[in-house]
């Protein structure tokens, strides 16, 4: 594997097993490394110069080992459980039915094994067969699956396919998925031409707004994105969601001004939500890397797993400093 990806998946599956951690127990911290911090080093001293890809980052080998090694180091001086008591609950497979009190969190979680930060269980290709899906999951030895909602529909699908099912193994997230937030803000031609003939009828003159969704799939349906928020809020206070995803930021499909604005406008507000009451927040962050990372900062938000992360070497750095601190 080139030695400069290699360090890509090393560090981002450190901060996968990071969020592991703080979503599966708020009073768990990261001490149980699934490897040693050489193996991040080693990888790291090997990445030729040239290849450091950000101009606002020392472009030298060092830093970036001095800045892993920093972390890894902050990451160890965290812990609030002994060692062995951390691998014991990883380890014990035959009481995972048995909560283990929290000091700190909300969520009395089953003791700490395998859990699936990220994903889409009741999406169409799964139709018929989640249960099937659900089981397979269990017998491979996976204690918890974070089940992701992007809009309304699904918001309240995955909820009641969680509580009513599996309450204890399939845990929901709720959250506005970045194309859906800026719903009301994506005019196909259709859509355009459509509002033309509406305005020339009426005899406005009012300007059309400007064609951003070109794509051969359909553009998200529209619905009311504040009044979602509002609700998604009010899940949290209720403690019947682990996670505020998916959510976050792609310029890939949406590069206009106008519905990337929106897009922000709506991470923000999930953001505080994050902040407000100490739950983690999954992100989908395509081509927008920095300014998520930014807005992380801004908003002071400091449980968050990059779940889509297209970013540079140097920008993972920073986001393991970021949470790791």
Not at 263 to 275: D, E
């Amino acid at each position: 594997m080139n030695k400069r990806f290699s360090l890509f998946y090393q560090a981002a599956a450190t901060t996968s097993y990071l969020v592991c951690l703080t979503l599966t127990h708020h009073s768990f911290r990261a001490t149980a490394f699934p490897f040693q911090s050489s193996q991040i080093l080693r990888c790291v001293r090997s990445i030729p110069t040239k290849s450091l890809p950000s101009p606002r980052v020392p472009q030298n080998r060092q830093f970036i080992s001095t800045s892993l090694a920093s972390s890894l180091r902050q990451i160890r001086k965290m812990s609030s459980f002994d060692m062995n008591e951390v691998k014991a609950s990883i380890e014990d497979t035959s009481s995972t039915s048995t909560p283990i009190a929290s000091s700190s969190g909300p969520y009395p979680y089953p003791n700490l094994g395998y859990v699936d930060v990220h994903a889409h269980l009741l999406h169409e290709k799964f139709a018929g067969k989640e249960h099937e899906v659900v089981q397979g999951c269990i017998a491979a030895g996976l204690d918890h699956v974070i089940i992701n909602g992007i809009e309304p529909e699904s918001n309240r699908q995955i909820l009641e396919f969680c509580e009513k099912h599996y309450p204890i193994h399939m845990l929901p997230a709720m959250g506005i998925y970045p194309l859906d937030a800026a719903c009301n803000f994506i005019f196909s031609q259709e859509d355009v031409d459509r509002i033309k003939q509406e305005r020339e009828a009426s005899g406005s003159t009012e300007p059309l707004p400007v064609v951003n969704w070109k794509h051969d799939f359909p553009p998200p349906t529209r619905f009311d994105v504040d009044a979602e928020i509002d609700f998604i809020e009010e899940m949290v206070k209720a403690k019947r969601i682990v996670a505020l995803g998916e959510c976050g930021l792609d310029k890939h499909y949406l590069t206009d001004d106008v519905s990337f604005n929106e897009q922000i406008r709506v991470l923000r507000k999930l953001m505080k939500i994050s902040t407000k009451y100490d739950i983690p927040i999954i992100l989908h962050t395509r081509k927008a890397e920095k300014k998520v990372f930014d807005m992380l900062i801004e908003e002071n938000v400091k449980k968050a797993d990059f779940h889509c992360f297209c970013g540079k070497v140097c920008m993972l750095v920073g986001i393991l400093s970021l949470l790791c601190s």
